[in-house]
């Protein structure tokens, strides 16, 4: 069951079909479509309902997704995790008009430390486009570490792109909560 989490300025709760139309907006835009794998562009409201249906309330961890809320401005983004292999690969993304006041790295720490707290995983695995710098920034400052480098379809752009591969071991996380 995905939780609703509070941090200092955010709520991160399950998505809700209402969530469809902000959805819609911020991913129809290739400068956030085009910096994650398997988002389509152009971006239709359709597509946010498509997804959203595919929600349900009992996720497991590894498939928890989280949307994002700011206080006085409601929906501003996504986080989420989707299993590969035995591996939970987290991903993201805010909308442009919220990017650039240390938002993703308020909730990326909360959605890391739920996880690290609700399971027994060693790891959190993710990575960023090579020219991801602000993602890779995000990752670096939460403890991730480069593992190596991928090819991996962006589906906006249609093209494969080089991706740096990262992760975040439970010890170094837990290191970091002393
Ligand atoms: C990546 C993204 C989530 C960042 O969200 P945000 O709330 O603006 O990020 P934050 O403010 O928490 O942190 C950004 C970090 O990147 C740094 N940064 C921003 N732009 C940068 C750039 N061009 N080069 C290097 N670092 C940069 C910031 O200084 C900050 O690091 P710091 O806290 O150590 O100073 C947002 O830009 C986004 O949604 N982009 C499109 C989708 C995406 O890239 N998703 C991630 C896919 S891996």
Redesign the pocket.
């Known amino acids: 069951m995905t939780p609703t989490l509070m941090t200092e300025r955010l709520i991160l709760r399950p998505p809700q079909l209402g969530d469809a139309q902000p959805i819609a907006d911020f991913l129809n835009d290739m ?2 479509a085009g ?2 794998a398997r988002v389509p562009f152009p971006y239709h409201l359709s597509d946010a309902n498509a997804w959203l249906r595919t929600q349900k309330a009992d996720q497991l961890p590894q498939q928890a997704n989280f949307s994002i809320e700011l206080a006085g401005a409601g929906y501003v ?1 996504h986080i989420g995790y989707q299993p590969i292999g035995e591996n939970a690969v987290i ?4 909308g442009k008009p ?9 909730a990326a720490a909360a959605a890391i430390n739920w996880f690290f707290s609700t399971t027994d995983a060693p790891a959190i695995y ?4 090579y020219f ?4 890779l ?2 990752q670096r ?1 939460l403890g991730f570490t480069e593992t190596g480098r991928s090819t991996l379809l962006c589906l906006a752009r249609g093209v494969e792109l080089e991706h740096i591969d990262t992760k975040l071991t439970r010890s170094v996380w837990k290191a970091r909560q002393a």
Request: aromatic fraction near 14%.
């Open positions: 400068d956030v910096n994650l983004g991903g993201y993304w805010l919220h990017w650039g006041r240390g938002i993703m790295t308020e993710s990575g960023v486009f991801n710098a602000a993602s920034a995000i400052r």
